[in-house]
């Protein structure tokens, strides 16, 4: 059975760091191309960051230089470093992932249930 279990959330003051993990059970994510999502209250689910298989990595905007996405895959985990917290990350965040070597596609096949993270001023 596929399972993606996100922990790491918490609540920290604006400029500080929280370091994500999603452990994953049921496959290998050696061959998977996989992701961070997020999604504040009334907002869309927006994505995060991404990491190939090979390990090239892509940002949003807004947290580009801020949080670096990694992976293990001998632990078969992901991890999300985030430093310099803005209360505008707050947000759920949800690591997801897709079989496919070398690149990402658009569409994700498993989702965790996610991890709360709040920034406060």
């Known amino acids: 059975q596929v399972q993606l279990v996100e922990s790491g959330g918490d609540s920290v003051q604006a400029g500080g760091s929280l370091r994500l993990s999603c452990a994953a059970s049921?496959?290998?994510?050696?061959?998977?191309?996989m992701g961070w999502f997020r999604q504040a209250p009334g907002k869309e689910r927006e994505e995060v960051a991404r990491?190939?298989?090979?390990?090239?990595?892509g940002y949003a905007g807004s947290v580009k230089g801020r949080f670096t996405i990694s992976r293990d895959n001998a632990k078969n985990t992901l991890y999300l470093q985030m430093n310099s917290l803005k209360p505008d990350d707050t947000a759920m965040y949800y690591c997801a992932a897709v079989r496919r070597v070398n690149s990402c596609p658009s569409n994700f096949a498993y989702w965790g249930q996610g991890t709360q993270v709040t920034v406060s001023l």
């Open positions: 990491i190939t298989s090979d390990s090239n990595t």
């Open positions: 049921g496959f290998s994510i050696r061959n998977y191309c």
